[in-house]
């Protein structure tokens, strides 16, 4: 097999002919237009309440595996989502900056507590590290109040681009903690779900870092698109080992999505979509290929991305390396303790 070697730390690298294959898939793919019509895009509420959804949900989203709403089948995201549309459907306090600065993280937690309680016991919670995603919210507010005089659409405003300058969307929110991930998954995401929303312009997509989180890296590894070089690494990932960092992986699988979505024609923030997804419902635990069903029901992957059929099987199969080899198959993300991802 002929493969293009780009070395990360010769740990990785990419096979630029397995994103060849996979961008050569997407072309054919398009998401449905439902999943941008959705409630919590076009919720018809004051726009700042709105961008303020918007930047605090993407704020704490992250490591959201324990994260269920069991009687609604509502997991990690998706929970989220419904969880910042109530709240905003309420115009909940924890959506205004001024009076969340004021606040402890005390009472941000026990008010996050009862928003993701199925019966409006925080006991019943399954967000975890409450007091983290406080501490996170509440440096948020503390900036955007600061700065901002507590409007979003005030530093919506005062950015120009994703990048380049003082005034880049990258470069203002670096400044907030809870984005402050050098590799910039929740700004690249926040940027997306605005964009979405109707509210916000890419008018740079050269800069923008395609979003990359922990599903994303794993379908990425099976697929062969990131390959692994380094013994030591290899046997972390499939052994599902506490690592200290996903660097390479992460700067790999990043570059792995620019090529792709140059090669497929679509946006490199759609790449999420697709992305995302799949590695959510059909490529987790028990990949699709092999149990011959989605582990999500109803299949995320199928209910985002218009299929021709009702996805019996992965459309990734033909050139994907997990489909055929184990190796590549038993393959996890990098497992790190962060707020970033």
């Given at each position: 097999?002929k493969?293009?070697?780009?070395?990360?730390?010769?740990?990785?690298?990419?096979?630029t002919?397995?994103?060849n294959?996979?961008?050569?898939?997407?072309?054919?793919?398009?998401?449905?237009?439902?999943?941008?019509?959705?409630?919590?895009?076009?919720?018809?509420?004051?726009?700042?309440?709105k961008?303020?959804?918007?930047?605090?949900?993407?704020?704490?989203?992250?490591?959201?595996r324990?994260?269920?709403?069991?009687?609604?089948?509502?997991?990690?995201?998706?929970?989220?989502?419904?969880?910042?549309?109530?709240?905003?459907?309420?115009?909940s306090?924890?959506?205004?900056p001024?009076?969340m600065?004021?606040?402890?993280?005390?009472?941000?937690?026990?008010?996050l507590?009862?928003?993701?309680?199925?019966?409006?016991?925080?006991?019943?919670?399954?967000?975890?590290?409450?007091?983290?995603?406080?501490g996170?919210l509440?440096?948020?507010a503390?900036?955007?109040?600061?700065?901002?005089?507590?409007?979003f659409?005030?530093?919506?405003?005062?950015?120009?681009?994703?990048?380049?300058?003082d005034?880049?969307?990258?470069?203002?929110?670096?400044?907030?903690?809870?984005?402050a991930?050098?590799?910039k998954?929740?700004?690249?995401?926040?940027?997306?779900l605005?964009?979405?929303a109707?509210?916000?312009?890419?008018?740079?997509?050269?800069?923008?870092?395609?979003?990359?989180?922990?599903?994303m890296?794993?379908?990425?590894?099976r697929?062969?698109?990131?390959e692994?070089?380094?013994?030591?690494?290899?046997?972390?990932?499939?052994?599902?080992?506490?690592?200290?960092?996903?660097?390479?992986?992460r700067t790999?699988c990043?570059?792995a999505?620019?090529?792709?979505?140059?090669?497929s024609?679509?946006?490199?923030?759609?790449?999420?979509?697709?992305?995302w997804?799949?590695?959510?419902?059909?490529?987790?635990?028990?990949?699709?290929?092999?149990?011959?069903?989605?582990?999500k029901?109803?299949?995320?992957?199928?209910?985002?991305v218009?299929?021709?059929?009702?996805?019996?099987?992965?459309?990734?199969r033909?050139?994907?390396?997990?489909?055929?080899?184990?190796?590549?198959?038993?393959?996890y993300?990098?497992?790190?303790?962060?707020?970033?991802?």
């Amino acid at each position: 097999m002929k493969v293009n070697h780009t070395n990360y730390n010769n740990k990785v690298y990419l096979n630029t002919d397995q994103c060849n294959a996979c961008g050569q898939v997407l072309k054919n793919l398009t998401i449905r237009d439902e999943f941008y019509q959705r409630n919590f895009l076009r919720i018809e509420v004051d726009p700042e309440l709105k961008l303020s959804m918007l930047f605090n949900v993407v704020a704490i989203c992250h490591q959201t595996r324990s994260l269920v709403h069991a009687g609604l089948k509502l997991y990690g995201w998706d929970y989220l989502e419904m969880g910042f549309l109530q709240l905003a459907k309420n115009n909940s306090w924890l959506l205004h900056p001024q009076q969340m600065d004021g606040a402890t993280v005390d009472d941000i937690s026990t008010e996050l507590s009862l928003a993701f309680s199925p019966d409006n016991n925080g006991i019943n919670s399954t967000l975890d590290q409450l007091d983290e995603r406080a501490g996170l919210l509440k440096g948020l507010a503390h900036f955007v109040t600061r700065h901002y005089n507590g409007s979003f659409s005030s530093l919506i405003s005062a950015t120009g681009n994703m990048s380049g300058g003082d005034n880049g969307i990258y470069n203002i929110l670096s400044q907030v903690e809870a984005f402050a991930d050098p590799r910039k998954k929740k700004t690249s995401f926040l940027a997306k779900l605005m964009y979405d929303a109707g509210i916000f312009t890419i008018n740079d997509p050269e800069h923008y870092v395609p979003i990359m989180d922990y599903h994303m890296q794993r379908v990425l590894l099976r697929m062969g698109c990131v390959e692994v070089s380094d013994p030591e690494l290899y046997e972390l990932l499939i052994r599902r080992q506490l690592q200290d960092s996903d660097e390479p992986v992460r700067t790999a699988c990043i570059d792995a999505l620019a090529l792709i979505a140059h090669i497929s024609g679509h946006a490199v923030w759609i790449m999420n979509d697709f992305f995302w997804p799949l590695g959510r419902s059909c490529c987790h635990l028990n990949p699709i290929c092999i149990s011959g069903k989605c582990e999500k029901e109803p299949c995320t992957f199928n209910q985002m991305v218009t299929l021709q059929d009702n996805h019996p099987n992965c459309i990734f199969r033909k050139f994907c390396f997990g489909s055929r080899e184990e190796q590549y198959r038993n393959l996890y993300e990098p497992i790190i303790q962060t707020h970033y991802y």
